[in-house]
């Protein structure tokens, strides 16, 4: 796993086969952004069996078959969407055209996992409504820095079990490095990438809406800028969003692009839950100047304060429920209407932002 970038992060866990060899088959299509390594991974250690895998660029699929050295390579995407034993297509392809694929692919009767962004306008968003229910057929969104981060998870588990009341505000920060020369020219373009708060945004949404227990939302206020990366006009470093849930808990999240090199990871992530008897917070990927490794929790309740260092204890629970949800039309790894709530949310933000750095914003805020 690479430390310095979160576009290559990739954990993995103990591998949790919930179903038996040949049970279910999926497929890559669509390489462009890095989080497919993870969640093929993922996938892969619920007992999924990646069969196949197609990019027009054929040196990004070299790299991907020597990670998945059992892995097929599909002269097309056809190829594989016709394949009748491939149950499930995962992809990471250019934000904008995540939906497109996932349309097609549900026409072809099989079920699409992406990466986040899912969609980068509401009227995609609304298209993959409609076509989940006219299909039955799953559209799972790849929440990374929920669903694969353990400190995240046993959050989620300590809430569950009561340890701090009933939450009523959550803060989530989630600082990134840029690492401009490694990026694709789309990385800077939000028309590709939906903007800081459609992007990265969406994971502190999905987290605000899981944690609170909340089906519904609404932003309140929310601002972007480009502070530094002046040579890239299109581009935003710098993002953040108020918002209500339907059950009164609010939220309060930042995003940037703005990670220092002498961070020893891609970005300090964080979030801090408070309940009505205690309060949990989180270090996803580091304990700064403690310890390099992240999944530190620390609890304070009622019975006292408690630090766990839960990496490598935890696991991934969601790959091996969302693969027997596609088989049993259950929704035991997150329903349908969270993942589309979260994608909706983090639009609205996105299209409600007050730009800071354009002449007129800062009138706008205040």
Request: charged share 25%; proline share 3%.
């Amino acid at each position: 796993m690479s430390n310095s970038d979160g576009m290559n992060y990739q954990p993995k866990g103990k591998a949790s086969k919930v179903i038996d060899s040949g049970e279910f088959f999926f497929a890559a299509i669509g390489l462009d952004h890095g989080h497919i390594y993870a969640m093929c991974n993922g996938l892969l250690e619920a007992g999924g069996e990646l069969k196949l895998v197609y990019d027009p660029d054929s040196t990004k699929v070299k790299e991907f078959v020597k990670k998945f050295p059992n892995t097929k390579i599909a002269n097309s995407e056809e190829e594989i969407l016709l394949d009748s034993t491939i149950n499930l297509v995962a992809s990471a392809r250019i934000p904008a055209m995540r939906c497109d694929l996932g349309l097609r692919t549900l026409d072809k009767g099989k079920h699409f996992f992406v990466d986040k962004p899912a969609f980068t306008t509401k009227e995609q968003l609304e298209e993959a409504r409609k076509k989940t229910e006219e299909t039955g057929l799953k559209w799972g969104i790849y929440y990374s820095e929920r669903l694969h981060v353990e400190g995240a998870i046993l959050a989620g588990q300590l809430i569950e079990d009561g340890a701090i009341g009933k939450v009523v505000q959550v803060i989530g920060t989630g600082p990134h490095r840029a690492n401009p020369s490694s990026r694709p020219n789309w990385f800077f373009d939000r028309d590709y990438v939906g903007g800081i708060l459609c992007d990265i945004g969406s994971h502190q949404i999905e987290q605000f809406l899981y944690y609170a227990g909340a089906k519904d939302a609404r932003v309140l206020h929310s601002k972007v800028a480009n502070y530094k990366f002046k040579d890239y006009p299109k581009f935003e470093d710098f993002g953040d969003a108020t918002l209500v849930a339907d059950n009164g808990a609010t939220f309060y999240f930042r995003v940037d692009w703005l990670t220092p090199d002498g961070l020893g990871t891609w970005g300090d992530g964080r979030v801090i839950i408070l309940g009505t008897d205690g309060y949990i917070e989180v270090r996803k990927y580091i304990d700064i100047a403690r310890d390099e490794k992240g999944d530190h929790v620390y609890v304070v309740n009622h019975e006292g304060e408690q630090h766990i260092h839960c990496h490598g204890q935890v696991g991934y629970p969601f790959f091996g429920k969302f693969i027997l949800d596609c088989m049993n039309g259950s929704e035991e790894s997150m329903s349908q209407e969270h993942a589309f709530k979260a994608a909706e949310l983090c639009i609205d933000a996105q299209n409600k932002a007050i730009h800071l750095d354009v002449p007129g914003g800062f009138e706008d805020v205040t």
